[in-house]
C-alpha cells in the first residue's frame, strides 16, 4: 500500500460509533424523560422558552386580585391593579460522561445506543425527581398534615381518612377550582398501605374518567403516583400533593457530544442537562408528614430487646441468681426484722 492510500484510508473511516449522533441522542432522551419521568405529570411547563446556558432566566408575571362592589348611586371607582413578577431561574446544572470500547460495541447483543439512552435516562430522573419532590419545603403552612414533632402513622385502616384531610387542604386553598385534578406523589412502602385500602380505585377501575399517566388510581379525588425517590428524612416521609399550577419547571438537554478518545479504541460520550423550577402558586401545594415506619419498629425491636436483656440479667446465669438470691435473703431478713419488732 502506497503513502497516498495510507493517507486516503484513514480520512475515510468511521469509528465504531457512528451512530451516536448528537442530534439523534438529544431527541430520543428529551421524548424519554417527557414519557417517563413521574414529577413530569405534575408541573406545568408553560414558561420554558428557549434555555441556552445554566443562570438563564425566564420572568413570570402573576396577575392581581380583582375586586368585586355592589353598584350603588356613586359613580364606578377603578381600582390600579399591580401584577406581581417572579423568576424561574435555571440553575441546575448536571452532566453525564462515559466511555466505550470497541470491543463492547463488536460484542454487544443489543441496540447498544438505546441502551445507554436507558441509563442516561434513569440518572437524569433520579435528580430530577429529587429536586422536584424537595419543593414540599414551600408549602403554605396552612396546607401541611402533621407535623415534624407529630408525625402521622398510617396504616391500611387509617390512609384513607388521612388522604381525605390532605385532599381538604387544597379544596380550603381554592387551588381545586374548575376541573383541576389534583394529584399525589407516595413510595412503595406507603403504596403497600393504600393497596389494601378498601376505598382505593385502581386504574382500571377508575371507568370513564381520565387519571395521568402512569397513574397506579385515585383516591380522595387525587391520582395516585409512586416515586422511589420519595426517601425518608431524619425518620419521616414528605407525601406531597397539589395540582399542576403549583409548580413551573423548565429543562434541557442542552448539548450531547460524542467524540474519538486520542488514548484508546473507545468512543466518549457526553451530555448537558439544565433545568430549574419555581413555585408560583404555594396555595396549589399540600403536604404530609407521614412517620416513617422502619422507625417505629427499630423503636419497638429496640424496647423489646432492651426488656429481654434486663430479664435475663435478672434470672438467668449463675450471677445473676446469687444477686436475686442476696436480695431476697436481705428482704426476708428485713421482714423477720420487722416482724420481731412487732411482735415484743
Request: aromatic share 6%; proline share 2%.
Amino acid at each position: 500500500m502506497t503513502e497516498n492510500e495510507t493517507v486516503t484510508t484513514q480520512s475515510t473511516s468511521t469509528n465504531a460509533y457512528s451512530a451516536f449522533i448528537p442530534e439523534i441522542w438529544s431527541k430520543k432522551l428529551n421524548t424519554m424523560l417527557e414519557k417517563n419521568c413521574v414529577m413530569m405529570q405534575c408541573v406545568n411547563r408553560n414558561y420554558e422558552g428557549d434555555i441556552a446556558n445554566q443562570g438563564d432566566k425566564v420572568k413570570i408575571i402573576t396577575p392581581a386580585d380583582v375586586a368585586i362592589s355592589t353598584v350603588g348611586s356613586d359613580s364606578i371607582s377603578y381600582s390600579e391593579l399591580e401584577p406581581t413578577s417572579t423568576e424561574l431561574v435555571i440553575d441546575q446544572k448536571k452532566y453525564f460522561a462515559f466511555k466505550i470500547n470497541d470491543v463492547a460495541q463488536a460484542q454487544a447483543n443489543q441496540d447498544i445506543m438505546i441502551a445507554h439512552l436507558e441509563s442516561a435516562r434513569r440518572a437524569i430522573e433520579e435528580v430530577q425527581d429529587s429536586f422536584l419532590l424537595g419543593m414540599h419545603s414551600e408549602v403554605a403552612e396552612n396546607n401541611i398534615v402533621g407535623s415534624e414533632e407529630s408525625a402521622v402513622a398510617l396504616n391500611k385502616s387509617t390512609i384513607y381518612s388521612k388522604f381525605v384531610e390532605l385532599a381538604m387542604k387544597l379544596k380550603n386553598a381554592n387551588a381545586l377550582s374548575g376541573n383541576k385534578k389534583p394529584w399525589v406523589i407516595i413510595n412503595p412502602t406507603i403504596e403497600s398501605y393504600l393497596l389494601q385500602s378498601t376505598e382505593f380505585i385502581g386504574a382500571h377501575n377508575v371507568a370513564d374518567e381520565t387519571i395521568r399517566e402512569g397513574a397506579i388510581g385515585r383516591i380522595a379525588g387525587m391520582d395516585v403516583l409512586v416515586s422511589t425517590n420519595l426517601t425518608a428524612v431524619s425518620g419521616v416521609f414528605y407525601v406531597l400533593a397539589g395540582t399542576n399550577d403549583a409548580i413551573t419547571f423548565a429543562s434541557q438537554l442542552a448539548r450531547i457530544e460524542s467524540l474519538r478518545d486520542k488514548d484508546s479504541f473507545a468512543d466518549l460520550v457526553r451530555g448537558l442537562y439544565l433545568y430549574g423550577a419555581k413555585t408560583v402558586q404555594p396555595n396549589a401545594l399540600a403536604k404530609m408528614v407521614v412517620q416513617d415506619p422502619t422507625e417505629v419498629t427499630d423503636t419497638t425491636t429496640t424496647s423489646s430487646e432492651s426488656g429481654s436483656t434486663s430479664g435475663s440479667g435478672t434470672s438467668g446465669g449463675s450471677t445473676g441468681d446469687d444477686t436475686q438470691s442476696g436480695t431476697e435473703t436481705e428482704a426476708n431478713t428485713e421482714n423477720n426484722g420487722d416482724e420481731n419488732t412487732s411482735n415484743p
